[in-house]
């Protein structure tokens, strides 16, 4: 059931990383039914392969990835939307599969490929640039969890 978790992880990153890059926005219609079948799928992995302590971590993934990015939020709502908030809950069930350094990791690769899409599209258009903080985000996560499965 891990494959299949990745797999549908994988086909809404690309839907929700288009469709945050066009419209600057993350439709909770998407994230949240993909969360709910994420913990379903994940939870489902690790009770059939023996492993409860992954469900804590999954679970846990999620939580710590909301909590961390809701506090952004309330600090700076402007710059940092709610979809970005249940994306990172998303983000942190599957990187939870792996631990919390997958978690940290994931999150903190996704907040440095952030920066970077900040400061190129500061230097492109100016103080008035904005960008889509949900592909950077995922390139992060992705490469965490590419990181743990190798």
């Known amino acids: 059931m891990l494959p299949a978790a990745l797999g549908v992880f ?4 690309v839907v929700l990383a288009v469709i945050d890059h066009r419209h600057h926005r993350l439709p909770h219609a998407l994230v949240l039914p993909g969360l709910a079948l994420a913990l379903t799928l994940l ?14 971590g999954v679970w846990g993934g999620a939580a710590s990835a909301f909590l961390v990015c809701l506090a952004l939020r309330s600090v700076r709502p402007a710059a940092f939307g709610g979809g970005d908030v249940t994306l990172a809950a998303l ?3 599957h990187l939870g599969w792996f ?9 903190a690769a996704g907040f440095v490929c952030g920066g970077a899409a900040g400061l190129g599209a500061l230097l492109a258009a100016g103080r008035r640039a904005e960008f889509a903080f949900g592909p950077p985000l995922l390139l992060g996560t992705w490469w965490a969890l590419l990181r743990a499965l190798a």
Do not use: K, M
């Open 10 to 13: 994988a086909v809404l990153s």
């Open 43 to 56: 939870t489902s992995a690790a009770l059939a392969a023996g492993e409860a302590d992954r469900v804590a």
């Open 91 to 93: 983000a942190g069930a």
């Open 99 to 107: 631990g919390p350094d997958a978690v940290v990791s994931g999150l």
